[in-house]
């Protein structure tokens, strides 16, 4: 299965809910594939994967047609195959802007190693470019993370529109697989508040569990490793422990 982890908002834990559910997928003996769509390959990067290596990453398999087993990093953390992004992917959109197909690129590529993985889950840049539009004709489902704050909210808004436009454009889009709620601060009033909110508006769309705000998880990238491996018994490790669970109950209902 393809998932796309998508918000058009930065900040919202994105990249670090891709590389746990992938290294948590892993984890649960499925053979997973994160690609890094980011310009500043972020995921790449909090994987341990040095600038020096990002090189041949997406850009060059998106813009050059490289083939995607050329761009795959095998085993970078605990099993967990890694295509890496970079800066040239900020010049997708202006590159490919006379290219035939240009938002299909993405997909043509992904089917070259489809049926070497179980999970193949994409990093999406905080902006609704052709980045995200190829991630979302590419996918079967996509999952929002959600930072409980009113801007966020509007994001998710946003986001949905835009899913509902290429809908209608290709006539096909991906299931919503969920609304993850991440950096919660329980304590927090006005958290509390765009939490009810969003499960009023959003109702079973949005995953039961949450990620709490967990210093460990800020401190895993600078380590280069998911948050399996550098704390395993933190409270972040065990909320995506959970949320894996359920993104495989999920996806399984379809």
């Known amino acids: 299965m393809i998932v796309a982890v998508i918000n058009n908002k930065g900040g919202t834990g994105k990249t670090t809910s891709s590389v746990n559910l992938a290294a948590g997928l892993v984890r649960q003996g499925y053979r997973t594939l994160l690609v890094d769509l980011d310009s500043q390959a972020s995921a790449a990067l909090s994987l341990g994967i040095s600038r020096e290596k990002l090189e041949p990453g997406m850009s060059e398999a998106l813009m050059d047609g490289m ?12 099993g967990l195959d890694v295509a890496p992004g970079g800066m040239d992917l900020a010049n997708l959109d202006l590159n490919l802007a006379d290219i035939p197909g240009r938002e299909k690129r993405l997909n043509i590529q992904l089917q070259r190693v489809a049926d070497y993985y179980d999970w ?15 991630a979302l004709v590419a996918s079967d489902g996509y999952l929002i993370p959600v930072k409980p704050e009113y801007l966020s909210m509007e994001g998710l808004a946003s986001l949905n529109q835009s899913v509902l436009r290429l809908k209608k454009g290709m006539r096909r889009a991906p299931s919503m697989l969920g609304v993850l709620l991440t950096i919660v601060h329980p304590s927090s009033r006005a958290a509390r508040e765009i939490i009810q909110r969003v499960r009023q508006g959003y109702g079973e769309n949005v995953f039961q569990n949450y990620v709490r705000q967990d210093v460990r998880l800020l401190e895993a990238p600078e380590a280069g490793m998911s948050i399996f491996d550098y704390a395993p018994r933190s409270n972040g490790a065990m909320a995506y422990t959970r949320i894996v669970k359920e993104l495989l109950e999920r996806a399984a209902k379809g």
Do not use: F, G
């Open 67 to 78: 083939p995607m087993e050329e761009v795959v990093k095998p085993k970078v953390s605990a």
């Open 120 to 134: 193949i889950v994409l990093d999406c840049p905080p902006s609704l470019s052709l980045l995200s539009v190829n």
